[in-house]
């Protein structure tokens, strides 16, 4: 795991975007997994100017999310307005788990093999929760989880309340599961804040365990994480 210092969050999303867009770039056909959630806003942001500023074309570009809330289109909405109208990416190169679906254990298996149709995942973008999840992978998932149905816990309602208040937070999510995710050929995992120092220490200095999912990621062969000073703040070298 790669550890690459930056001093705050504006400097993150912008190392976070230059990362992504040079990729981008260089490849003749990518899947990006992409998060959601407060961390990646700004790289969503860098994302899109450089995409107009370049005129880059995403026709070679297909990608897969996360995660979505059960009965709730949030996260779709939230890609659309961030990052999808500003890039000009045909819908049908983008895909998020259904929460609306009716049949949530087929939707699971749909989504599964969406990604594996795509051919895998190129470059996962990750956030991590407070209490260590990735995705919504939750304290206790299984290290060799498929995409299934979640119930979130109080800890990620918690920190999740403040974006719903247009209708009622739901409880449970669809998300990819921790195997999916390590099959991606590589990650970059973003940090941000004092709030996720905790998490970011047991990441790199903690035994490597479910109860908090994110240091299952040290058994992939190539991961990159981008932490500001907040983040990194309980890290032993730090202090
Ligand atoms: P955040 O969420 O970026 O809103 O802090 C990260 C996560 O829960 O994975």
């Known amino acids: 795991m790669r550890l690459i210092k930056v001093s705050d969050e504006e400097e993150l999303s912008r190392m976070a975007a230059e990362y992504v867009f040079s990729k981008i770039k260089r490849s003749e056909r990518i899947v990006l997994g992409l998060a959601t959630g407060r961390t990646p806003l700004g790289m969503y942001r860098h994302l899109s100017k450089y995409s107009k500023e370049y005129k880059q074309s995403y026709s070679h570009v297909h990608t897969v999310n996360l995660d979505e809330y059960v009965g709730s289109r949030a996260y779709h909405d939230y890609m659309q307005q961030n990052f999808f109208d500003h890039i000009g990416i045909h819908k049908n190169q983008t895909h998020l788990p259904d929460g609306n679906a009716v049949d949530l254990e087929k939707e699971c298996k749909r989504y599964e093999e969406v990604v594996k149709q795509l051919g895998g995942i190129d470059l996962q973008v990750l956030g991590i929760g407070e209490n260590g999840h990735i995705g919504f992978n939750e304290p206790g998932t299984d290290f060799s989880s498929r995409t299934h149905v979640v119930e979130l816990t109080e800890s990620t309602l918690r920190a999740n309340a403040k974006y719903f208040t ?69 890290l032993e070298e730090e202090s």
């Open 166 to 234: 247009h209708e009622k937070q739901p409880r449970k999510a669809i998300t990819m599961g921790i195997g999916t995710i390590l099959e991606s050929k590589e990650i970059l995992l973003l940090a941000a804040g004092e709030k996720k120092a905790r998490a970011l220490r047991e990441l790199f200095q903690g035994t490597i365990n479910s109860d908090i999912p994110a240091t299952l990621l040290n058994h992939h062969p190539n991961v990159i994480v981008l932490a500001d000073e907040g983040a990194r703040s309980l």
